[in-house]
């Protein structure tokens, strides 16, 4: 373990193995520095348990960075179990795992994450006090996604004041990956504000619902990087900024919810050198753990995260400033900063 590739100095990682529900699962603990680890849980067909914690280890570390810079007293962690969420879910599954965060008291809270239903939570509820994002209880905040949705729009504003020198976005083009629980409500907010949408996703129906409501230009998901555009979103899947895409955007701008957006950390350096302005992923899309923040506080307050989310919008300015004025890419001028503020700077 501590000569894994992804290791990165992790306070611990856990693992858990029930026989009875079959449980697989993966708890790693990256920092506490800022305050307990908080990250959701993600349900995923490992090939083997080696790429089962290695994504558990990297997964945490950047919950350590977002909730750093979404200035969280969170720490960072990650939950995984190996398993095929379509067809080996159970609730006893869910209780195990309830019961593996129990153990570690309060060290780690759990969230949802891919793969995990509010049910699959609430079934974990039953076993823990360390489990966030629920949709019942005392300060039950629910859905976070509205909340990431929002971030992102104010965080494209953001981008597009820098890069264009204006944030009115009905002079700009923007083509939309991914139409999801944050995509959808990225779009709305953008329509609003005038823009003209490109959008695309492989759910057919929820690609229609969308472009009725917005007027979006539907395109097919190969084509996406290809439209004339100023601003690229995506909301879909990771590791779609590389070596094959970059050349293909015409935008000025790449500022989306999805995680993990670069496929290598690189990556951030070509966007620079190709004149792209680029929103780091994980501040941008700070807004749904801060929604879960509140409810980890115990008092759930939409006036708090209101606060906090105008705090992250000023923090990712610093960032595209520092970006645009110094001598490292936007990303790794976010990396330096979260480093910075869990005490871990090189
Ligand atoms: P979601 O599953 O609701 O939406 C993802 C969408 O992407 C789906 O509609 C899916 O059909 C589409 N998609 C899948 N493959 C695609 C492809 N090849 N091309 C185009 N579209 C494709 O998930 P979500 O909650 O909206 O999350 C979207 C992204 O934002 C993820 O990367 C997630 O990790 C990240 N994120 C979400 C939140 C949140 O609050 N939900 C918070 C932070 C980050």
Redesign the pocket.
């Known amino acids: 373990m501590f000569d894994h590739s992804s290791f990165d100095g992790h306070e611990d990682v856990h693992i858990f193995h029930d026989e009875a529900s079959g449980l697989k699962a993966v708890i790693a603990i990256h920092s506490t520095a800022l305050g307990p680890a908080a990250g959701g849980c993600r349900m995923w067909n490992y090939t083997s348990g080696d790429a089962m914690v290695t994504d558990a280890l990297r997964l945490s570390q950047g919950m350590s960075y977002k909730n750093a810079m979404a200035g969280l007293p969170l720490g960072g962690g990650k939950a995984v179990i190996w398993g095929n969420a379509h067809t080996d879910k159970s609730p006893e599954l869910f209780r195990a795992f309830g019961r593996a965060v129990e153990s570690l008291q309060g060290r780690y809270w759990t969230a949802e994450d891919?793969g995990l239903s509010p049910e699959d939570l609430a079934a974990a509820a039953e076993e823990t006090k360390y489990a966030a994002g629920l949709e019942n209880g005392v300060a039950a905040s629910g859905d976070?996604?509205p909340v990431?949705a929002l971030g992102v729009y104010r965080g494209i504003l953001e981008t597009a004041k820098r890069a264009f020198g204006s944030d009115d976005l009905s002079m700009r083009t923007i083509a939309v990956?991914?139409?999801?629980?944050?995509?959808s409500d990225v779009c709305r907010h953008l329509a609003k504000a005038g823009a003209k949408l490109f959008v695309?996703?492989?759910?057919e129906p929820?690609l229609r619902q969308i472009s009725e409501e917005t007027g979006a230009t539907i395109v097919s998901?190969n084509d996406i990087y290809d439209q004339p555009m100023d601003i690229f979103s995506p909301?879909?899947?990771?590791a779609i900024i590389n070596d094959e895409t970059i050349g293909r955007l015409s935008a000025k701008v790449v500022a989306g919810?999805?995680?993990n957006q670069l496929a290598t950390i690189d990556m951030g350096e070509k966007l620079r050198q190709a004149g792209i302005l680029y929103a780091p992923d994980y501040v941008i899309?700070g807004g749904?753990i801060i929604n879960v923040a509140a409810e980890i506080s115990g008092n759930y307050s939409r006036d708090w995260v209101d606060g906090k989310l105008d705090t992250l919008m000023t923090t990712l300015g610093d960032v595209l400033d520092e970006g645009l004025s110094g001598d490292l890419p936007t990303n790794l001028v976010a990396d330096k900063i979260a480093k910075q503020r869990i005490g871990r700077i090189a």
């Open positions: 891919v976070p996604s990431t990956q991914g139409v999801g629980h944050v995509g695309t996703d492989v759910n929820a998901p909301n879909a899947l990771g919810g999805a995680n899309n749904g």
